[in-house]
């Protein structure tokens, strides 16, 4: 990937530039007018996220004030109920072709405000603006965008890459903990699936990140950078996860199971850790990987405060059927993205897929208890 986050043109991933740098908030206006022109902005973002940083995202981008449109927080408005009322409320309020969206907030705001911008008139540009760690290091970055259906996480959606990513570290200091942590589950996983060093630089760090008191914004600067930096990677090497991408998945069969089962009362982070463990079982158990490698994993996931059992309220029977409607089932089999080691991943040759059969899957399950 050429350029780095934080040089003046940022990191560039499919024709868009990812920016990283703290006060960018507030700074971003030239940057953004360079991108989307003289087009109308909508700012979509949450009951929460608004009322912290509209008013100053709106300020730096300058002449007529955006419109805000604002969601009720969570992942329970990630729905085709908001994207209708959204794009109906763009509709109203005259919103045309001419139309640029600003993604306010975390990856629920992401994923359903990017899914407007790539419906909305056949589409139009999306500039997406994380709040969350979660939303900095991965939702932002890459073109997924989506709702969730009954059946399941993300199973109505587009490809819609944005004009322009603008990450401001600093929006940070107002991050609940839970939050913190559930950036952090997707921070190891970047490190397992890619990069030993981030996983062991994790390893010692993680703790002081998901605490209030240990962390500093120099260290967390270092971790949102080496963290943008490894997912464009991923990413700029596979646009629409056609191979090398799919290794992203690791912890998500599992971990959209758990979180679909919990009807979305929890929070994205903490069930892919849980799928982390348990899709490490299944790499152990399945000859792939090393028996040690769950408890490397598990480690680094507690020192986060990170959950690794499944609750127990769910049966392993239910986690395994509901893996079923996981968009990573091809005719009916359930693919997995599974570790071989840290930062290394099994499957290359079957595009980082692999079917698992169901007695694995439950053994894991159990084994992880
Ligand atoms: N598109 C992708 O590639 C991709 C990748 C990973 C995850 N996701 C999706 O992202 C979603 C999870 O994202 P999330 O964890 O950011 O959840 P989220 O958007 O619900 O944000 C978490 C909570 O933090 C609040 N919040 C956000 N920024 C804040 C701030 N700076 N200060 C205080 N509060 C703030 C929000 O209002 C919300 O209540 C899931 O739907 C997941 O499927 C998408
Ligand atoms: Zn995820």
Known sequence: ???SPDSPDGITLHGSRICVGAGLLDACGVTLRATVGDRRLAIISDDIVAPLYAARLAAAVGGPAPRVFVIPAGEASKTRMQWARLTDELLAAGFGRDTAILAL??????DLAGFVAATFMRGVPVVQVPTTLLAMIDASIG?????DTRAGKNLVGAFHHPALVIIDPSALRTLPAAHWR?????????GVVASPAEFGWLADHAGSIVNAEGRDDATVMHLVREQVRLKASIVARDERESGLRKVLNFGHTIGHAIETLSDFGRFHGECVAIGMMVEARIAALAGLADAALPE???RVLLAAGLPTTPPPSMSSAAILEATRTDKKARGGVVEYALPRAIGAMAGADRGYAIAVADGIVAAALEAAR
């Open 296 to 298: 490397s994993i598990a």
């Open 105 to 110: 907030g975390g990856g629920v705001v992401g």
């Open 1 to 3: 990937v050429p350029g």
């Open 143 to 147: 073109g997924k965008t989506g709702v």
């Open 182 to 190: 559930s950036g952090v589950a997707e921070a190891i996983k970047h």
